[in-house]
């Protein structure tokens, strides 16, 4: 049973331009939430999305877009990079049920701006 | 989300039991305690979650006081492998409440 996957693993962009990430969630999830973590700092939410809609959003600018697709696999976009963008972003899955449901993170993906 | 507060760091010799506290004092009824880790530059990783009672796995156990204003998190025979940083999360069960909220955790470091 594969856990929660994210592509690529690193990139590296410049100022201004755009990034797109990747995750697909683990087998039987169909929500997912993105999460970036700057150096030093823990995990802070921007997004999580249910049924190919965005249903909460952290405190982050309209610069940070997503998308969840039919499969439950879900995209980060990021515009007009700015060098405080690069972190590690995290996608985390669970199954949206009643419950409390756990929530599950990937790897990660670790964006370096220059 | 009820704020927590950790101590920054701490040490534990390898095969002792570590004890990682948490206060979460305006927690309220229906909030969960939750603690995951994370290993150098890996995602997070999920060890156990509570309501009042206290939670044991095959992972660690989870104590939380009566009052439920703070836990302990109980690694029971420590390994090299338990080097990380672990948070504690408090969390209410609300749908469409996604969000984790992560303070900035406590270092573990397992001396050989």
């Known amino acids: 049973d594969a856990g929660v996957t994210q592509s690529p693993t690193h990139l590296i962009k410049t100022r201004g331009q755009q990034v797109t990430l990747r995750c697909s969630p683990k087998s039987g999830h169909d929500t997912v939430s993105w999460y970036q973590q700057a150096l030093g700092q823990g995990p802070q939410f921007i997004f999580q999305y249910y049924e190919e809609e965005e249903r909460q959003r952290g405190n982050f600018p309209d610069r940070f877009s997503g998308h969840q697709f039919p499969n439950y696999s879900s995209e980060l976009n990021v515009n007009a990079l700015l060098l405080g963008d690069s972190a590690l972003y995290l996608c985390a899955s669970r199954r949206w049920t009643g419950q409390q449901e756990t929530q599950y993170f990937g790897p990660g993906t670790r964006l370096l701006v220059l | ?112």
């Open chain 2, 1 to 112: 989300d009820a704020k927590t507060t950790q101590p920054t760091s701490m040490d534990c010799a390898e095969g002792r039991a570590a004890n990682l506290p948490c206060n979460h004092s305006t927690i309220s009824g229906n909030e969960y305690v939750y603690w995951y880790r994370q290993i150098h530059s890996q995602g997070p990783q999920y060890i156990i979650h509570g309501l009042k009672n206290n939670e044991t796995n095959e992972m660690a156990s989870l104590i939380i006081t009566e009052d439920r204003k703070s836990s302990t998190l109980i690694l029971p025979h420590a390994t090299l492998r338990d080097t990380a940083v672990y948070y504690c999360i408090v969390r209410v069960l609300d749908f469409g409440n996604e969000k984790l909220t992560f303070g900035t955790g406590t270092r573990l470091t397992i001396i050989p």
